[in-house]
Each structure stands twice: as C-alpha cells, then as structure tokens.
C-alpha cells in the first residue's frame, strides 16, 4: 500500500503488465497461430496482393488507406523510443522478445481486424467498427463493448497521446534546441486541422507521410548496417544469447527481456490491442479476411523492420546502457553515461556515431513523423468509440469535446515528464489489451470460420465474397445486405 501511494501509476503499470500479462498476450497469439495454421506463413503472398487490392468509396477507405492509417498508429514512438527501452530494461535479449510477438501477434492482428470487417456498419455514410462493435454483435454483450469504447476513449484521447507528444518535444529539443513550448503550441494547430477534417483527410495524409517516413528510417538504418556488416553474427549472437539467458553479462535478467520485449512490442506493433480493427473496418474489401490479412502484414512492418532498424543501430554502434535491475542506479552494461536517458537519445547517438552532425536531427525529425501520425491514429480510433456510444443521437458536442480533450493531452504531453508520459501510456495499453484478447478468444469461431471460407474460395479460383448467411454468423448485417444486393445484380 505504501508503495501504491509513493507512486499509484507506476502500481497500476506494475499490476497490468506482471507476469499473468505477458503468458496472456504470448499465449492468445501462439493459439491463433496454430488455430489458423500459422495464417502469417501460408498466406504471405496474399497479405502483399491485398496491400493494392480495393478503392476508396464515399464510405470506406482503400485496403491501403486503411494499412497507412492503422500504421501510423503503429509506427511510432515505440519503434524508436521503446525498441531503446526495452534494450535498456531488458538487454539486447528484448529485441528477440520483441521478434516473437510481432510474429505470433500477427494472428492475433489478422483475427481481430477479419472480425471488424465482418460486424461493420454504416453511420452517417462512413464504415464504423471495432473491439465495441464486434463485442456487442458477436458475443452479445452490449455492457462489455460499452466498457471497451470508455476503455479505448480513455487511452487514445487522454492516456497515450501524451506519451507521442513527449517523443516529439524530447526530440526535436535534444536535436535543434527549440523551446518546448513553441514545439506544442505548432503540434496543437496542426493536428487540430487535420482532425477537423475528419477520416477522409487522415487517411489522405497517412498514405504519403507514413511510407515516406519509414523507407527513409530503414534506409539510414541499411546503410549504419552495411558500414558495420562485419559485426552482423556477433549481434545476432548476443541477441540470442540475451534471449535464452546463455549470455554472461544479460543471462540473469532473461525474465525482464522477455517481459520488456512483449511489452514493447506490443505498445509497437498493437497486435491484440485493439487498435488495428478500427482502421480495418473503414476499408472497402469483398471479403472480411482480405483486410485481416493487410492488417497481418502490418505488424511486420513496423515490428520486423522498422523496430528492428532501431535495434541494429544501436546495437551495432553499441549506443545503449542496460540496468542492473537488482541495484537501482547501477548498470549491466553503461556505454553512454549515467546522463543518457533511455528513449530516443540511444537511437539519436548511434546515428551520430556513424554520421557526426546527421544523427540528432534526423532521429528528431523521424520522431516528429512518427508520433504525428499516430496521434492522428489515435484521434481516429476515439472518435469511432465515440460513434459507437452516440448511435442514433447527435454526436457533434461530444466529437468537439473529443478533439480539445485530445489537443490538451498533446500539450502536456510535451512539456511533461518522459517517464511520466511512459507510465500514463502504458495504463492506457495495457486496459485495452486484456479487454480486447478476453474478446477476441470469445468469437475465436466465427473469425476461424471467415479464414475456412475465404481458404475454400480461392482454392476454386475465386475472388473471394461474403456471405454471412452462409456461415451462420449473425448480426453481420452489413454483410447481408451486400451479398443480396450483388446477388440482385448478377440475376
């Protein structure tokens, strides 16, 4: 009890994310992956064809719109920030932790995204969905997706924003200097034009910056690789070493890469979140399990590759300190200093080390893409929840509110502590991964029943479509009404 009141979030942090956590998130992604005959292997091609498969409509986005507005959610300050922690907390042995989930979390991404399309809807002429959506329509309990919408209201308007916004100021001041205050001030007026604009223009956005941003944080990546491949086994070899507790200096704190690894992972790639379904429901597919799929990819995108860029980097230049978790204040390893905090300054020193006068600004200006639009995420995912709780009544007061409580969680988050800012992100994670993988194992049938059909449809040959009916899922309404109306249509 003392120590809850010396520092109540740092409990909660502690409470959500132990050990029950961890086997949870693991578990639920390793049954996914076997329960759809590792869909993240088989069906791979696929995954690629659907990326450029579909067009927007007046209602819903394109497969790819609809990828870039889930990734920019994604790609964020965890790939630069949180690949650094967890090196930091957990040593070198998190990176392989981080591998696993993204791997195995990629069924969990491809099973919740499939069950937003399949219990979508229309609301005010755009597609709707999600965790509440697909709660309320496939198990039936209304108070359970209720739950989940304040749940996810919570963490992506008030919770997680902040923790984007920190990234931005921390980095942009580390690099250039600029007053943190000027830095929220130009944060607020921007974002706010963009999410005044609605879904339409955040995707519009989303689909140039989140590409552009990522290709050109590999490819500084590729070349630090290139210019170190020699140390490209050892690096390996301490990764795995660290991973499986045979290494001499990491071995004794196997337990903290593994729960670091999963949980920075997960803050990265949202795989089981709940996040994803959101963007997944907008888009215009025939058939649920082709945006599953998309969304699949995704999380190899930003975990695979942009994550790991982040964790080459650091490790090859070897720009990182790890904590002895056993003595507060000491190190397992201290390469940078006892001044260096662990986040972005890792990233931004091993850039620096290869590339003096480049590194500082360049991570700054690539934290300043990537926490923008998951901010811009965030807002979207809000403003469904709030869709969701406002159906059939005017939502226009509660969306303004939304949007200023939104904007005055990004100021703070600057000008706030970095560590603050972590724990408040990691509360807000946390809540809506066990309400979401508690869901998710709930409608295991009906979303292992999509995948079967879509399977037996493209074995014929057949662009796979969607016929709820056919597989006795119920309340998939949307789904109903399209499969008549093109049934009308052929006849």
């Known amino acids: 009890m003392e120590a809850f009141l010396q520092n109540p979030i740092g409990e909660i942090v502690n409470l959500l994310w132990s050990t ?29 064809k659907q990326l450029f498969s579909g067009k927007a409509s007046s209602a819903g986005v394109s497969s790819f719109q609809a990828l870039s507005i889930s990734l920019s959610g994604r790609v964020g300050t965890g790939n630069i920030a949180g690949t650094a922690t967890a090196i930091a907390m957990g040593g ?50 209304k108070w359970y997706g209720i739950i989940f919408a304040f749940a996810a209201l919570l963490a992506m308007s008030l919770l997680m924003p902040g923790l984007q916004a920190n990234a931005i100021g921390s980095g942009l001041n580390n690099a250039f200097g600029i007053n943190k205050q000027i830095i929220a001030v130009t944060l607020v007026i921007v974002i706010g034009l963009i999410i005044f604009g609605g879904v339409k223009r955040i995707a519009s956005v989303a689909q140039f910056v989140v590409p552009f941003m990522a290709v050109a944080y590999i490819l500084v990546s590729l070349f630090i690789i290139i210019l170190n491949i020699t140390e490209l086994p050892a690096v390996f070899g301490l990764i795995f070493r660290s991973a ?36 997944a429901a907008a888009a215009e597919v025939s058939h649920p399990a082709k945006q599953g799929l998309v969304q699949a990819f995704s999380v190899y995108i930003d975990t695979i590759l942009v994550c790991s860029a982040t964790a080459f980097m650091i490790l090859f230049t070897g720009s990182y300190n790890v904590v002895d978790p056993e003595n507060e204040g000491q190190f397992l390893r201290n390469n940078l200093g006892d001044a260096v905090e662990a986040g972005p300054a890792y990233t931004q020193a091993a850039v620096e080390s290869v590339i003096p006068g480049f590194g500082a600004g360049f991570v700054g200006i690539a934290l300043l893409f990537f926490a923008f639009t998951t901010i811009m995420a965030y807002y979207y995912i809000a403003e469904t929840n709030v869709a969701y709780l406002m159906r059939g009544r005017s939502n226009k007061i509660p969306m303004f509110i939304l949007k200023v409580v939104l904007l005055m969680a990004t100021y703070f988050g600057v000008v706030r502590t970095t560590q603050v800012a972590w724990d408040l992100g990691d509360v807000g994670l946390g809540i809506m991964v066990w309400l979401n993988l508690i869901a998710l194992l709930l409608l295991a ?47």
Not at 115 to 128: D, F, I, N, S, W
């Open 244 to 279: 499986f507790a045979v290494d001499s200096a990491f071995g004794g704190i196997v337990g903290a890469a593994i729960a670091w690894g999963v949980k920075r992972g997960i803050f990265s790639n949202e795989a089981g979140q709940g996040t994803g379904p959101h963007a």
């Open 445 to 491: 049938k009906p979303a292992l029943a999509v995948l079967k059909d879509y399977d037996e449809q493209r074995k014929q040959g057949l662009d796979p479509t969607f016929n709820p009916e056919k597989l006795g899922i119920k309340n998939a309404e949307f789904w109903t009404e399209e499969y008549k109306k093109d049934d009308d249509r052929a006849s």
């Open 92 to 141: 070198p042995g998190a990176v392989f932790w981080m591998w696993m989930i993204a791997f195995i979390g990629s069924a969990s991404a491809f099973i919740e995204s499939t069950l937003a399309q399949v219990y979508k809807t229309k609301q005010e002429g755009e597609y709707r969905g999600g965790p509440a959506y697909y709660i309320e329509k496939g198990i039936g309990w």
């Open 20 to 48: 029950p956590m961890i086997v949870f998130c693991l578990g639920v992604g390793l049954l996914f992956t076997i329960l759809t005959k590792f869909v993240q292997v088989r069906l791979f091609g696929d995954m690629i």
